[in-house]
């Protein structure tokens, strides 16, 4: 029951998320918004409690909620449910997948899991535990996002779940594929079936590749939405917060977020749309790296020139 109770506490993020495209984007926003929360809580030494996170992520939402209000979001066709039925049973074999450990990744148990479980237990980011020498093979300056999300579930549910995070990742793929159906039904009739040729693709390379747990299923849910929003609808806003989240869950996520830019940049050659979309990955890994250089934490991002 607890383990249930920490996956049910993550989507919470959806208080915080930007509003428009559905709860799946609502989770995603929210992931990276209440992730800044959390980072910046950390920084001005407030401890993480489930009142100081709470009462912050229901400001943001009454916020989004007066945003909305305000602006009339476009409508998506909808389809009957019996259209959802591969996606539900492909989603259910992750699930499978995920309850018997059968695809669980390595990192969890070595690297995210133990970061996570020390912010939980220090109600914080803790710069001592990341700058001990013996520990520095889980790469003191690497993106904190996804602990984030780990540490907040275990304070929602009083404790750390191994199962918990390996039970997320058939969150992450549900979320990965309706975000983008939503995105693509502005655009094609057929956006259900490509949905469904997506999530079997996502639910073989995360079974092929043993993810469940890892980064790569949230990172590939911010890359999805992220490309979706730009393709089918130019939602900018959308699409930055969920570059930023990419680049704060991998070092990989800035590499990607730096070719989306560039490419967008190029394409529509309009500096203040170009400035929009960026400026959120910008600050949050600047500070993320700056804080990284001020503690000694740094290592991935110092080798950036080689």
């Not at 700056?290 to 991935?300: H, I, P, T, Y």
């Amino acid at each position: 029951m607890s383990d249930a109770i920490w996956v049910a506490a993550s989507l919470l993020f959806i208080l915080c998320g930007a509003p428009g495209r559905g709860l799946a984007t609502r989770f995603a926003t929210g992931i990276v918004i209440g992730g800044t929360v959390m980072w910046l809580e950390s920084l001005l030494g407030i401890a993480w409690t489930r009142t100081s996170l709470l009462i912050t992520m229901w400001l943001v939402f009454s916020g989004w909620w007066l945003v909305s209000r305000t602006h009339q979001l476009p409508a998506t066709n909808h389809q009957p449910l019996r259209a959802y039925i591969p996606i539900a049973l492909i989603t259910l074999l992750t699930i499978y997948g995920a309850a018997t450990a059968r695809i669980t990744c390595g990192d969890l148990l070595y690297f995210w899991g133990p970061k996570a479980q020390r912010f939980f237990f220090t109600q914080r980011i803790d710069v001592e535990f990341l700058r001990f020498p013996h520990y520095y093979l889980m790469h003191p300056d690497y993106p904190p996002l996804l602990p984030l999300v780990y540490a907040w579930s275990s304070i929602a549910a009083h404790r750390f779940s191994y199962w918990g995070a390996i039970l997320l990742t058939p969150i992450y793929l549900l979320a990965t594929v309706l975000a983008f159906r939503r995105f693509a039904a502005q655009k094609t009739k057929h956006a259900t079936a490509y949905a469904t040729l997506l999530a079997a693709l996502l639910a073989f390379g995360f079974a092929s590749g043993r993810a469940a747990g890892g980064a790569d299923p949230q990172l590939i849910m911010f890359e999805v939405i992220a490309l979706s929003a730009l393709t089918f609808g130019d939602e900018r806003l959308i699409a930055a917060i969920a570059l930023a989240g990419a680049a704060l869950t991998k070092v990989e996520g800035a590499a990607f977020a730096a070719v989306v830019i560039i490419a967008y940049a190029i394409t529509r050659r309009n500096v203040r749309a170009v400035a929009t979309l960026a400026t959120p990955a910008i600050l949050l890994l600047g500070s993320w790296i700056a804080f990284a250089k001020q503690n000694g934490l740094l290592d991935s991002y110092a080798r950036g020139g080689t």
